[in-house]
C-alpha cells in the first residue's frame, strides 16, 4: 500500500482494519504515516517524502522521489505482494502500478484522480495501470465504465467517521471554550509547503478579526510537530502574537472544527471534512508564482473545493493566490458569523452531501479489493 499525505493515510487506515476483519491474516507494507502504522502496516518509508503540491516544489524533490519509487518497485517485484493499492497520489502511485500490472500484480486505486476536473487523458494510463478503481463520488463511477475500467462507488470514509464526532456543545465544553464565543479554527494546511504559504495570512487574518471582534477566539490544530513549529515560528515573529486569544493543537482537527463557528482553511481534503461536520468555511490558498501560472486555466471548472465541486456551485467563498489577503479573508469569515441564514442553509446543503457520501466506505473497499487478492 503506498499514501502520499495525511488524508490518505486515514483512509488507509481505515481500509487496513476492514480487511483484517475479513482476512485476519493479511499482513501490509509499503509508504503510510502514523495511522497506517498504527494499524499495522510495515513502513517502508514514511508518507511526508510524497507529500509534496504543485510543480515547482515537485521538481525540487522530484531526485529523492524517483529513487522511492525505484527502490519500491524492486522490493515489490523482487517480493511480489497479492495485490497493490495505491491511496490517491497518482503522479507516484499510476506509474508503480503500471509496472507492476505488467508483471501480473493485481493494482487496486483508492481514490479517483479528478480527471473531471482536470487532465482528463489520464484516464488512458489509468486503464493499463488500474485493475480497479475505487471512488469516493457517486459521479465518477461513470466515468470509468464509460472508459472500460473496472470500477466501484464505495462512499467516502470520511462521511462515516465525522458522523461519530460530538456535537459542537460536548466539544465545546471538553475543549474549555464558553458556549456563546464566537470560535473560529485556522487550518493552513497539512504539509510544510501550504503552511509556509498560508499561515503568516491566516495569523494576520486573526489579528484583524480579533480588533473588531475581541471575544472571537482561535483555534489552530496542526497535523505533524514539524508544521506546529513552523506555525509557532511564524506567530512570534509578529509583536502582538502574545494578545491572540489562539490556542495551537497538536491534532484534534475534526474537533477543532467541529467545536468553531467558522473555518478558514486551505482548499483540500480538510474543506471536505468540514462540509461534512457542517461547517460554514472560507476556502484560501496560495502556491509560488510560477506553480500558479502554470496551472491557471488548466482545470474544466471553477471551483477549487470539494464542497463547491460536489454541490455543483459556490456555496462557500474561495480565495485563491492574490485574492487570499487578511482582509478578504477577514471580511469573508465575518460575513458568515454575520449571517445565521446563510449558516442555516449551508448546514442544509451539507447534511445531504454527507448523506449521500455514506455507504460504510472502508468495509465496501474491502469487499471490492478481496476478490483481486485471492487465496
Not at 38 to 54: H, I, N, Q, S
Not at 210 to 236: G, K
Not at 322 to 334: E, I, K
Not at 336 to 361: H, I, P, W, Y
Amino acid at each position: 500500500m503506498v499514501a502520499g499525505e495525511t488524508s490518505g493515510d486515514l483512509l488507509g487506515a481505515e481500509l487496513i482494519k476492514a480487511l483484517r476483519e475479513l482476512r485476519p491474516e493479511l499482513r501490509f507494507t509499503g509508504i503510510g504515516g502514523p495511522r497506517m502504522e498504527a494499524a499495522g502496516m510495515e513502513v517502508l518509508f514514511p508518507l511526508e517524502k510524497l507529500a509534496v503540491r504543485g510543480y515547482i516544489e515537485v521538481l525540487r524533490h522530484l531526485p529523492e522521489i524517483f529513487s522511492i519509487r525505484r527502490r519500491l518497485r524492486r522490493h515489490f517485484l523482487a517480493q511480489p505482494p497479492a495485490a497493490f493499492i495505491g491511496i490517491d497520489a497518482p503522479d507516484f502511485n499510476l506509474g508503480l502500478e503500471l509496472d507492476l500490472k505488467a508483471r501480473g500484480i493485481p493494482t487496486i486505486h483508492y481514490v479517483s484522480p479528478q480527471i473531471w476536473m482536470w487532465r482528463g487523458k489520464r484516464i488512458h494510463k489509468i486503464k493499463h495501470a488500474v485493475s480497479k478503481m475505487l471512488t469516493l463520488f457517486p459521479f465518477e463511477l461513470p466515468l470509468y465504465e464509460r472508459a472500460g475500467i473496472d470500477a466501484a462507488f464505495v462512499g467516502h470514509p470520511l462521511a462515516d467517521l465525522l458522523e461519530k464526532i460530538p456535537p459542537r456543545a460536548i466539544l465545546r465544553e471538553q475543549l474549555k471554550l464558553p458556549a456563546t464565543v464566537p470560535v473560529v479554527a485556522l487550518l493552513p494546511g497539512s504539509r510544510q509547503s501550504e503552511v509556509g504559504h498560508l499561515a503568516d495570512v491566516f495569523i494576520q487574518t486573526a489579528w484583524k478579526i480579533h480588533q473588531r471582534m475581541p471575544e472571537a477566539v482561535f483555534l489552530v490544530p496542526l497535523a505533524t510537530r514539524e508544521t506546529r513549529t513552523q506555525f509557532e515560528n511564524i506567530l512570534y515573529r509578529h509583536p502582538w502574537a502574545y494578545e491572540l486569544p489562539l490556542t495551537i493543537m497538536f491534532g484534534h482537527a475534526h474537533d477543532a472544527m467541529a467545536a468553531a463557528d467558522v473555518v478558514l482553511l486551505a482548499s483540500g481534503t480538510a474543506a471536505l471534512e468540514a462540509a461534512l461536520l457542517k461547517r460554514p468555511m472560507v476556502i484560501a490558498y496560495r502556491m509560488p508564482a510560477l506553480s500558479h501560472w502554470w496551472l491557471k486555466g488548466k482545470g474544466y471548472l471553477p471551483y477549487y473545493g470539494l464542497p463547491n465541486i460536489l454541490c455543483g456551485e459556490f456555496v462557500v467563498p474561495e480565495l485563491i493566490q492574490h485574492d487570499a489577503t487578511p482582509d478578504n479573508l477577514s471580511q469573508a469569515v465575518f460575513n458568515l458569523l454575520a449571517d445565521e441564514t446563510v449558516r442555516e442553509r449551508l448546514e442544509r446543503k451539507f447534511t445531504a452531501l454527507g448523506a449521500s457520501l455514506q455507504r460504510g466506505a472502508s468495509r465496501r473497499a474491502a469487499e471490492a479489493v478481496l476478490p483481486l487478492i485471492g487465496g
